[in-house]
């Protein structure tokens, strides 16, 4: 009898300590779901990863050879509902492994940026002192920098790929994300839990990885969701000025730097779709940062 009254006091400390956990992320759904553009936002990028990632399993076309004898045939033509480019690729399949391209590099590299930032700025503001001082003088000095410029001259120096393109712009957009944890670094370390941590005899290690770190988790995943739309960006400009992943390959920067010069020819749908692409998925990706900081900031004020 007493073992089983044990374990039904061990259950309900369970489910109590469940449930708290449970309201938070109930409530966090709650207040994603208020905000209309982040709704918005998150169908977006489902809709055109599906369309990237999806639609060729259902939408064959022939990305690696040119057909001369099929360019620049308008939209609505049968098979080519976006119409062909200048070396007879179909236009939406194009979209779609542009879109791909485009995707991926974005989202390996926000994250890049944000894992390398967020360990950075974490380090730097609980370290404090010199330490600090050497570790930020560093992240002015690169800030200093037009990131642009850099991803240019990184772009020129190397041969540009998908892998390579992931690590020229998380090499460098990491600036961002280390200020921010690093103000946040400031603020948690003189926490009561963090002396308490210390004062029996936890390293400064331990202390940022289960303390800083995921106490400064809202800003790091709010602030995650403007590097993806950024890095999205930085692609199309690395792109647009030449400097993108060589055909057969695609993405949309590219796209819309070839439609920009067949534009002035009449052949305005190579211009507009991925120029269109690129503004939806930003603007996808802002309207989900700005639906994650509502949930942050009414989850830290319910505590």
Do not use: K
């Not at 489910?15 to 709650?30: K, N, T």
């Not at 974005?106 to 001082?133: N, P, Q």
Request: glycine share 12%; net charge neutral.
């Amino acid at each position: 009898m007493t073992t089983s009254t044990e374990t039904t006091a061990e259950q309900s400390a369970a489910l109590d300590d469940e449930a708290p956990v449970r309201g938070l992320w109930r409530q966090g759904v709650e207040v994603f779901a208020e905000n209309r553009l982040a709704l918005l936002g998150l169908a977006l990028f489902v809709v055109l990863g599906a369309v990237c990632f999806l639609g060729p399993l259902f939408y064959h076309t022939d990305q690696v050879h040119t057909d001369l004898s099929a360019v620049h045939l308008p939209p609505g033509t049968p098979g080519h509902p976006l119409g062909t480019d200048g070396v007879g690729y179909d236009q939406l399949g194009r979209l779609m492994l542009g879109g791909q391209t485009s995707i991926v590099v974005g989202l390996a590299a926000g994250i890049l940026a944000t894992v390398v930032g967020t360990v950075w700025g974490a380090i730097a503001g609980f370290a404090g002192g010199w330490v600090d001082a050497a570790m930020m003088r560093l992240v002015d000095a690169m800030m200093s920098i037009p990131s642009l410029f850099l991803f240019m001259l990184m772009a020129t120096i190397v041969t540009p790929s998908v892998p390579m393109l992931i690590l020229i712009i998380g090499a460098f957009a990491w600036l961002g994300p280390a200020r921010l944890v690093r103000g946040e670094a400031l603020s948690l370390r003189s926490r009561e839990y963090v002396h308490a941590m210390r004062s029996m005899g936890g390293t400064g290690g331990r202390a940022v990885r289960r303390h800083i770190i995921p106490n400064a988790i809202g800003t790091v995943i709010v602030n995650a969701t403007f590097q993806v739309a950024d890095a999205i960006l930085y692609v199309a400009y690395l792109s647009f000025l030449g400097l993108g992943v060589p055909p057969p390959a695609a993405n949309w920067g590219g796209m819309l730097s070839d439609g920009l010069a067949d534009t002035y020819s009449g052949h305005w749908w190579l211009l507009y779709p991925p120029g269109i692409a690129i503004i939806l998925i930003v603007l996808a990706f802002n309207f989900m940062g700005d639906g994650l900081r509502d949930v942050f900031e009414v989850r830290l004020r319910r505590r």
